[in-house]
Nanobody, 125 residues
């Protein structure tokens, strides 16, 4: 059974940085995508970043140049380094794991099979 746990959220001032981590236990898939999504109050869940089993990396336009996704070589942990944070980055951030059988739309939350419980990120002065 796959279990995802996020950590690293918190309160930070605008312009500051945070690093989120996602530990994936029970994950033995050879083909997978590890993604990060976020959901602000009153808004839909939106794609932030993803990294594939081949090392392919994808970002939402809103975070390009500020956020960096990476993974541990053992493939069980992903990280989201968030720099130059803005108040509009405030949201609950969710770690996710997709196990694709074929082509997959990486930016769609519907294609992800497993989710963490979320961690709050608040950017405010």
């Amino acid at each position: 059974q796959v279990h995802l746990v996020e950590s690293g959220g918190g309160l930070v001032q605008p312009g500051g940085s945070l690093r989120l981590s996602c530990e994936a236990s029970g994950h033995t898939f050879s083909r997978y995508v590890m993604g990060w999504f976020r959901q602000a109050p009153g808004k839909e869940r939106e794609f932030v970043a993803a990294i594939t089993w081949t090392g392919g990396i994808y970002y939402a336009d809103s975070v390009k140049g500020r956020f960096t996704i990476s993974r541990h070589s053992a493939k069980t942990t992903s990280y989201l380094q968030m720099n130059s944070l803005k108040p509009e980055d405030t949201a609950v951030y969710y770690c996710s794991l997709a196990v694709p059988n074929g082509a997959v739309i990486i930016t769609s939350s519907r294609n992800y099979d497993y989710w963490g419980q979320g961690t709050q990120v608040t950017v405010s002065s």
